[in-house]
């Protein structure tokens, strides 16, 4: 699943920054700010690394979660949604230590809801599995620019 390959690439990255930036953010808000910007070159390494190995081994992974390499393309989408994903959760983890349950898990809620809504009319029209890699993007993208949004708003660096 999505989830469980950011985790195998987050290896601890997020909770190491939502524990140092929480900290810091108690005791001296200005270097929570330096925390949060060092984690970003992290991150974006991270997300590159999700979106190479996708590009590079898109044929590899169609055929081993679909047996057929017909779809490398929704392969290296899958990898732009999952690069997405890596840096919305360093926003998330932020948005966290600032106490903002009820927008992370409204934010959660719509990537669900496009998620399921991909998935029931997929089922319905019984096409392939291209329909709800877009919508696995779709979703992504949604929630990076709602947890930005309030990102902006809530920390405002």
């Not at 060092?38 to 044929?59: D, M, N, T």
């Amino acid at each position: 699943t999505m989830h469980g390959a950011i985790s195998l690439l987050d290896s601890g990255v997020t909770y190491a920054l939502g524990l140092q930036y929480t900290r810091r953010m108690v005791h001296d808000p200005e270097s929570a700010k330096n925390i949060f910007f060092s984690a970003i070159p992290v991150y974006l390494a991270l997300a590159v690394i999700a979106l190479l190995g996708f590009s590079l081994f898109r044929e590899k992974l169609s055929f081993w979660a679909f047996n057929t390499d017909i779809y490398a393309n929704e392969m290296f989408i899958f990898g732009f949604a999952l690069a997405l994903t890596t840096i919305d959760s360093m926003l998330g983890t932020v948005l966290q230590a600032h106490e903002k349950i009820n927008i992370i898990a409204t934010g959660r809620f719509l990537l669900d809801l496009i998620k399921v809504a991909g998935v029931s009319f997929m089922a319905l029209s019984h096409s392939s599995p291209t329909l709800i890699i877009w919508f696995i993007l779709l979703s992504t993208t949604v929630k990076l620019i709602f947890d930005f949004y309030y990102f902006s708003i809530i920390v405002a660096f």
